[in-house]
């Protein structure tokens, strides 16, 4: 008599919380996000993505400080806007008046935040990250694109991104939420 060997079910695909995470894999300070309660694990940054990540947060860091405007944040930070739902913006900036929303964690949607694309990164930055801080009400969000050498600044206007400012290699991009914050693609690649 034969036996028959039956395939094995396919494994469930985990729902995660944030909570979840945290509690199984501990906290870490590598680049993990979670996505619709799927865990994504990117590579470390490349050391010219680290350098304008730096000096863009040195930048803002010294601008919002000077006129105690909030307080800016670099990645690796969780950002949690659901419990399944958390990313890691390269830098983000939460305004004084809702810094009281950030305790143990950030548990609330930065008012600005930036991404520098990376090598296999620019759909997620470009599409999928876009919609979700317009969907989670994010009041700014700039794009840096290494290979293109431009800054792109989205501001949220009626619940919509539109685009605010872009700055080629040569011209300064614009915040409209931070008035008087500027940046050139020079000050990004000494």
């Not at 939460?94 to 296999?120: F, H, Q, W, Y």
């Not at 979700?132 to 794009?143: D, K, S, T």
């Not at 290699?169 to 915040?175: C, E, G, I, L």
């Amino acid at each position: 008599m034969a036996t028959a060997t039956l395939p094995r079910p396919a494994a469930r695909k985990r729902f995660w919380t944030f909570d979840e995470m945290l509690a199984e894999l501990g906290e870490s300070n590598l680049p993990v996000e979670l996505w619709d309660g799927k865990i994504i694990m990117s590579p470390t940054p490349r050391p010219n993505q680290q350098r304008i990540v730096s000096r863009f947060y040195k930048l803002m860091d010294a601008f919002v400080e000077e006129r105690e405007l909030g307080e800016v944040f670099l990645s690796p930070l969780d950002v949690i806007l659901s419990q399944h739902r958390v990313v890691q913006p390269d830098v983000f900036f939460i305004a004084k008046a809702r810094l009281n929303l950030v305790t143990d964690r950030v548990r609330c949607a930065p008012d600005l935040a930036m991404e520098v694309i990376s090598e296999g990164s620019w759909r997620r930055d470009r599409g999928d990250k876009k919609d979700l801080y317009e969907q989670f009400a994010v009041r700014e969000y700039w794009i840096i694109d290494p290979e293109a050498q431009t800054i792109e600044v989205f501001a949220l206007e009626k619940g919509a991104f539109k685009l605010a400012s872009r700055a080629e290699p040569s011209d300064p991009a614009a915040s409209k939420l931070l008035a008087g914050f500027t940046v050139a693609w020079s000050q990004l690649v000494l």
